[in-house]
């Protein structure tokens, strides 16, 4: 089907909607689900294959129950740049109503050819998203005057059923369909137009300058743990150890979003107040939010203690990308040219904003460089690489000297001696839907942040374990020696809160040495945390 329908029923003398396809993705392809307020609500399923998206229509949305079947009409292929449009396209236009991103996420084929297997009417396949994961199976019914009907069929075991609100919930914004439709900050309109005078076509794109900041989230680019950098062209730069920030300049008003789009401008006003300032009408920046120490490196303990008001170290926002200026997309451009762009822009950025500077000579001269001064990596780019929102695809490649990893944490020791509240937590990392237990971590705690962490897991508390490979035999040691009767003295918790340790070096049984406690993480979900 290509994009010769799509492009058939839009004029693109005048419609925003993109004309073409872009490239396919890096690593594992695209797939989005689309809540859509048209005619009639439905969801569009659509799953990036051949450099675009293959799409359905369905009706009644996608089935949570094992071998449950719902119906799906085959639609005209869509660009991939369609994947992340939420907002209005007006009434009385091709598919007029309000547009949610539902859910989104990877999706992988359980067979050698998939598309092969599409045109002779079957896909089996799992999905990878916020809201869906696991196997479904697509299902040709027949081709009629209407278009293509398929069955979209639950395979795996069933899903618990999404509540009222989640399921009118956009995985982006967090809006519902009601405040998409009332913000109106995306609009495609594919009428013809008057023209205007340059004044009234001034005033008409001020009148339709974005309402909700929020709304304009890019999901970050994400750097793949390496050894040593493949061959190529790199460009490299210190990595942070703070949290990774998008910030929004709109008009007057600026925000910051965490990388998985929860709110921080409240925790860093400063910074804010600073990106406000920058020369520009709008803009979007990716960045690493920072507490440095006296010898000017960052330190994510220093960080925790700013934001409990221990200690006032000084912040920065080191940004490393830009990628919209003054309402143009940028993530298109080689890192290069964004480069130049955000060097220009940054030339007088007031304080606390800072360009994280490309780093000059040969990649072993730096490495012993931040070993020597007790860096935690570096952080290499290809110099034509694009800006991949939310993809690891290995454009960019992360090489740490000190361990530091996230972990989940799934319970906790009780205290012994003067400790108060707990001993030891008990944390690990996910493999597939399995939580396992990696180690106990005793160390890295003041008495404020034993406190701190302890509220927060008390209303977590639960009765069973939730690691998958605890010890079975009763006598039996795992990982840093927990045992079966050291189990039955733990408090377990919902594994939710995600929290960052340093460690020398893993185990040969999967666990970790000399662990250290760093602090709590609240800008990355429990289930994406994996072993690095």
Known sequence: MALREYRKKRDFKVTREPRAARKSSK??????IQKHAASHLHYDFRLEM??????????????FAHEEKRLAMQVEDHPLDYAR???????????????????????EPLSENPAR???????????????????????????NDRGNEWLLIRQGPSLKALSKKRDDESVLT??????????????????PAQKKAPKEKRAAKRAHAPVDLKARFIEPMKAKLVDKPPPGDWVYELKWDGYRAIGIKGGDDA???????KDLTGKFPEIAEALKKLPCRDAILDGEIVALDAKGRSSFQLLQEYQMNTS??????????????????????????????????????PEPIRPSPALDGAYEDLLAQVRKHGIEGLVGKRADSKYEPGRRSGAWIKVKVLNNQEF??????????SRRYFGALLVGYYEGKQLLFASKVGTGYSAKVLKAVFEQMKPLRAATCPFANLPTKRTGRWGQGITRSEMAKCTWVEPRLVCEVRFTEWTRDGGLRHPAFLGLREDKAANEVVRE
Do not use: C
């Open 312 to 349: 006032r170290p000084p912040l920065a926002w080191y940004v490393f990308d830009l990628l919209s200026l003054n309402g143009k997309d940028l993530t298109g451009l080689p890192l290069t040219e964004r480069k130049e762009r955000l060097a220009e822009l940054l030339k007088d950025a």
């Open 27 to 32: 690593g594992a392809p695209l797939f989005v």
């Open 174 to 191: 967090g809006r519902s369909m009601k405040q998409i439709a009332a913000d109106r900050d995306a609009e495609w309109d594919s009428r």
């Open 50 to 63: 051949g450099g675009v998206l293959k799409s359905w229509a369905v009706p009644k949305g996608p089935p």
């Open 408 to 417: 989940v944490i799934g319970g906790f020791t009780p205290p012994a001696g």
């Open 255 to 261: 925000i910051l979003l965490s990388r998985n789009n």
């Open 85 to 107: 449009f939420e907002g209005i396209i007006p009434e009385g236009q091709y598919g007029g109503g309000t547009v949610m991103v539902w859910d989104i996420g990877t999706w």
């Open 117 to 143: 297997d599409l045109e002779h009417g079957k896909l089996h396949l799992l999905l990878h998203g916020k809201k869906l994961e696991g196997e479904w199976r697509l299902v040709q019914l027949r081709k």
